[in-house]
């Protein structure tokens, strides 16, 4: 049973080899009830893995409150405190946060996005931009676009590690993923953008797809993801990432379809954050 359950963990972590990893997803494909188990141990150890992030927050809060020297309060001291307490808070998530997320096949589940980066790829302006529309609804599309963004799951650096080793160092392929490690989306999409090869391989199409995304092409991410939403590797976080196209594209009621469905379904490996965004939009 031991054995078991480390080759499901193996498996999560991306430990397993080229061979053992097809054996798995072929014993995946067939076994309903080791589905249901690998599922249920990746939703496990993600609760398990917020919960030390927890704790270690709360720590280092208790510790700034502890070595704080006593004074009498006053309103400058609350805004010191106050500050004092949002950037331990700020720097325990920072520092504390594992490297090591829960993968689906490699790729990484609830992990925030980062600022858009300042080089060469800040996105272009939005798809759905339309000048004739009112102020009104200028600032609801830049509220959904930031309500996207802002759920967007990135692939793990183990995912993008994965690629890069799996594949000859000159290879499109290996030269996108590197480039998307170091965030140039917009090299990743001169490589791939308009690849046909891309277009039947399921890995390329997710990494062009989050680079898409990133770049604020939002339409052309929808279509790739709308592609991979039943793939075997990447259907849960294609999904989740297809929904975020439709919010930011202002499409809310596919959105609200699709949320709704996650949230009816007590194994969707995203359905906090699908309620949680269900009530935003």
């Not at 030390?52 to 609350?78: C, F, G, W």
């Not at 589940?109 to 300042?118: G, I, N, V």
């Not at 090869?197 to 092409?217: I, N, P, V």
Request: hydrophobic letters at 35%; proline letters at 6%.
């Amino acid at each position: 049973m031991n054995d078991h359950y480390e080759k499901i963990e193996d498996y999560l972590e991306g430990q397993l080899n080229k061979a053992d990893q097809q054996n798995f997803e072929s014993s995946l494909k067939q076994d309903e009830e080791l589905r249901h188990t690998v599922e249920q141990h990746r939703e496990m150890t993600a609760q398990l893995d917020a919960m030390r992030i927890r704790q270690k927050v709360k720590s280092a809060l208790a510790e700034q409150h502890t070595d704080a020297a006593p004074m009498r309060p006053t309103m400058y001291s609350n805004v010191w405190a106050i500050a004092a307490a949002l950037t331990a808070l700020a720097a325990a998530i920072w520092f504390f946060m594992p490297e090591k997320q829960i993968p689906d096949a490699g790729i990484a589940q609830q992990q925030p996005l980062p600022e858009p980066p300042t080089s060469t790829t800040t996105p272009p302006a939005n798809e759905s931009s339309n000048p004739s529309n009112t102020p009104v609804e200028h600032d609801r599309r830049e509220q959904l676009i930031a309500l996207a963004r802002t759920n967007y799951e990135l692939p793990s650096g183990t995912f993008i590690r994965d690629i890069s080793s799996g594949g000859a160092p000159e290879s499109t392929l290996t030269q996108a993923a590197n480039a998307f490690d170091r965030r140039q989306y917009n090299k990743v999409l001169q490589l791939i953008g308009t690849n046909q090869e891309a277009d039947k391989d399921d890995t390329a199409r997710f990494l062009r797809a989050g680079a898409r995304f990133q770049m604020g092409q939002y339409a052309t991410a929808k279509e790739d993801y709308e592609k991979l939403a039943d793939s075997f590797q990447f259907k849960h976080e294609a999904r989740w990432s297809l929904i975020l196209c439709y919010v930011a594209l202002d499409q809310t009621a596919e959105a609200k379809k699709m949320l709704k469905a996650m949230q009816a379904d007590p194994d969707a490996p995203f359905r906090t954050k699908a309620i949680a965004l269900l009530k935003k939009i």
